[in-house]
């Protein structure tokens, strides 16, 4: 089976800080890495991904994330947020033996930024 | 990538009725999953949408309570039957294109409230 570990429920910070949301998954098998932002009263939106080659994955809006096999981590970054960055953020993974499509969630990290 | 429509966005039902939620993809896709997202937590696969066959549903979840239909590639129905307060929550359609694409595509969501 696997897991995933948000280890902050929520993340305040001022606005033009750097930022980092935790992620560490369990899953006896390879997995692919995903992490999703959510808007108030939105669906999902993908950020970025990891499936395979560089560790370092870029997604959209300037947040950016290192795959750590080793330390089964998957934390997401951002050198400066702003406002609009408020929204809730999940870290996922999909198991490589379904396919890559079976999708499990973290709990979510609230990310408020403060003016 | 995938578009998703979900209908309604949101409805307030009375407790012992059903709703059906409609999911419309504007591709064909692989895989077509339902979510539940309670007030303020992560999202919990229901199940995994099976065209042409039953839904395979996770632990937790039964047919009898929500059934879901899936008669091609680009269209799912859920229905969440005989309610109570406790189903008042977020649902989710999901899809994945599938093949090298294992990205996981989300609807806007319908939010359920039940009275």
């Known amino acids: 089976a696997q897991s995933v570990t948000q280890l902050d429920s929520q993340v305040p910070v001022f606005e033009e800080a750097p930022v980092e949301l935790r992620c560490n998954y369990s899953s006896s098998v390879s997995v692919y890495l995903f992490w999703y932002v959510q808007y108030p009263n939105q669906g999902l939106q993908l950020l970025l991904k990891?499936?395979?080659?560089?560790?370092l994955v870029k997604g959209i809006n300037g947040f950016e994330a290192e795959f750590n096999k080793s330390q089964t981590s998957f934390h997401l970054r951002k050198p400066s947020v702003h406002i609009s960055d408020t929204a809730e953020y999940f870290c996922a993974v999909t198991p490589s033996n379904t396919g890559g499509f079976k999708t499990i969630f973290g709990a979510g990290t609230r990310l408020f930024v403060k003016a | 990538s995938a578009v998703i429509s979900q209908k309604p966005s949101r409805d307030i039902c009375q407790r012992g009725t059903s709703l059906t939620i409609q999911c419309q993809v504007d591709s064909q896709v692989t895989m077509m999953f339902w979510y539940r997202q309670q007030p303020g937590q992560s999202l919990t696969l229901i199940a995994t949408a099976n065209q042409g066959s039953e839904a395979t549903y996770e632990s937790g979840f039964v047919i009898d309570k929500f059934p879901i239909s899936r008669p091609n590639l680009t269209f799912s129905t859920l229905t969440v039957s005989n309610m109570s307060p406790e189903d008042s929550s977020i649902y989710l359609c999901s899809a994945t294109p599938g093949g090298q694409n294992t990205e996981a595509f989300f609807g806007q969501g319908t939010r359920l409230t039940v009275v």
């Open positions: 990891y499936l395979s080659g560089s560790t």
